[in-house]
């Protein structure tokens, strides 16, 4: 429980004034130890004859533990706290993105050609040719990431400016993973009108769109509104993503327990936006056996080709005033389960009414469907979206490669078969022979990825008439 290792998200640094007498800094010590707070270091900041200050650093559990031990070490004896800083607020300190010019003005000359008057003959030749704002702006190369900040991450309904610090980070992903400058766009307003209208209005200035922390079910016709009115990419990543990856991982799990993916049958729990996505996405990569429930119980079920008809409109096919039975009734027999709904929804048990083999995908955050320990002894393949246990299904995986290939050929759109060619190319970024229980997706970090589903997103977005440009892999991303 106190093994919090170096990668703790509650590490405090607190700087102190003891009295400067021998002992001091042991009480301090002897608290940490108490309260279960691992030490690190301790640093002399000044020091008279009456006393000493000291910065301490050390890892707590979680806010709550935190705020204890400032309490604890505040009610010692000749001990102050001058002041408390968390290093995950330090890093956000000033925001953690900013825009960077690629040429230096230090002369009137080049000042005189980035901004007036030279800058106008360029504006003269957009306005003869729009396209050419692809080759003369950052339009090329760069992505919206739009809010309107009401389902920020698992925490809910925030507000834009709660949403910001969020979006600066998936700007940063972008950025770092796939070279393409992305910008945070947080909107103070909830209705779906003006969200559809002020996207259309930003949007000459970018080449794609990332929807991203929008609640379900107004995202589904902010999406299908925008996709129909701009002829530039658009994804709604809380769905697309997460249904990316999610078919990506399961298709290297199948290969790992040796079933295919038509002769399964798949439980997902939790029809919210990334819910429904994923039935959509399985069913278009051929899966027959379906069924999804939510809170009421089973509200999804039929033979794949009805629901393959209509996966479109998969809101149609819900029946959540006549549910045909509880989650455990879905599970029985069942070979795969995906979770994206909340958290210690299912006993370790409940498992054991699966087939054998079964896999597991439990994705609420922070914590699963089931607990990680006790699920493991219980199912043959494992994953969850966190990054403290094997298989994490990170949406990071999925839109930088899609967003990198999309805007590689100028695509008009995200289509079905650019996600279905980024699933496979994800999937595949792991050779056969290495596949395990506990590899079937690749690490974040692994510089592979991006290119390769790039690389077939592009393909694919030639392949079904989207895409503007010739593609030239590669180009862009390795020119970054």
């Known amino acids: 429980m106190n093994d919090l290792g170096p990668y703790s998200n509650y590490r405090l640094t607190v700087r102190l004034e003891l009295a400067n007498k021998p002992g001091m800094f042991a009480n301090v010590a002897a608290v940490l130890a108490m309260e279960g ?12 004859s009456a006393s000493m200050i000291r910065d301490v650093t050390f890892d707590v559990r979680d806010e709550a533990h935190g705020e204890h031990v400032l309490m604890r070490l505040g009610a010692l004896s000749d001990v102050k706290v001058l002041s408390a800083s968390d290093r995950i607020f330090l890093l956000h300190l000033g925001g953690k993105i900013q825009v960077q010019s690629k040429v230096p003005i230090n002369t009137r000359n080049v000042l005189s050609m980035v901004y007036t008057p030279g800058v106008g003959r360029v ?31 698992g925490l809910g309904n925030l507000g834009p400016e709660a949403a910001l610090p969020v979006m600066e980070g998936k700007a940063m992903l972008f950025r770092e993973l796939a070279g393409i400058d992305a910008w945070p766009i947080c909107l103070d307003t909830q209705e779906v009108d003006a969200v559809v209208r002020t996207v259309q209005a930003i949007a000459p200035g970018f080449g794609a769109i990332n929807l991203e922390d929008i609640s379900a079910p107004r995202c589904f016709e902010i999406e299908r509104r925008l996709k129909e009115s701009l002829a530039i990419p658009l994804m709604h990543d809380d769905q697309h993503g997460t249904a990316v990856v999610i078919l990506a991982a399961l298709t290297n799990a199948l290969a790992v327990v040796g079933k295919a993916i038509e002769d399964v049958w798949v439980v997902v729990n939790g029809l919210g936006a990334a819910g429904t996505a994923c039935c959509r996405m399985l069913l278009a990569a051929g899966v027959s056996h379906l069924v999804g429930c939510d809170k009421p119980g089973i509200i999804l079920q039929g033979d794949g080709e009805r629901l393959r008809a209509c996966r479109q409109d998969l809101l149609s096919c819900l029946t959540p005033l006549q549910p045909a039975g509880t989650l455990q009734d879905a599970l029985r027999g069942a070979d795969v389960f995906i979770g994206l709904s909340v958290g210690n ?72 078969p650019m996600k279905l060619a980024a699933a496979k190319a994800l999937a595949e970024s792991i050779p056969r022979t290495t596949l395990t229980e506990d590899y079937i997706i690749p690490s974040v970090f692994d510089k592979e990825v991006v290119p390769k589903v790039a690389k077939a997103v592009s393909a694919a977005a030639h392949e079904t008439g989207v895409a503007r440009r010739r593609n030239k892999i590669g180009d862009q991303f390795s020119s970054t």
């Not at 396209?131 to 739009?146: D, E, L, P, Q, R």
């Not at 199912?379 to 403290?388: L, M, N, P």
């Open 37 to 48: 707070a691992n030490l690190g270091a301790v640093d002399i900041v000044s020091a008279t």
């Open 123 to 153: 504006s003269q030749a957009i306005a003869k040719d729009r396209s050419k704002a692809y080759a003369f702006t950052t339009k090329s190369n760069s992505v919206a990431v739009v809010t309107d900040g009401s389902a920020v991450l």
């Open 345 to 416: 929804l299912l006993k370790a048990e409940d498992l054991d009414l699966m087939a054998s083999d079964r896999i597991v995908f439990a994705m609420a955050n922070p914590d699963p469907e089931v607990s990680p320990e006790l699920a493991a002894s219980h199912c043959r393949i494992f994953a969850t979206g966190r990054s403290d246990f094997p298989n994490q299904i990170n949406n990071a995986l999925a839109f930088p490669g899609i967003f990198r290939g999309a805007l590689d050929v100028q695509a008009v759109a995200i289509n079905e």
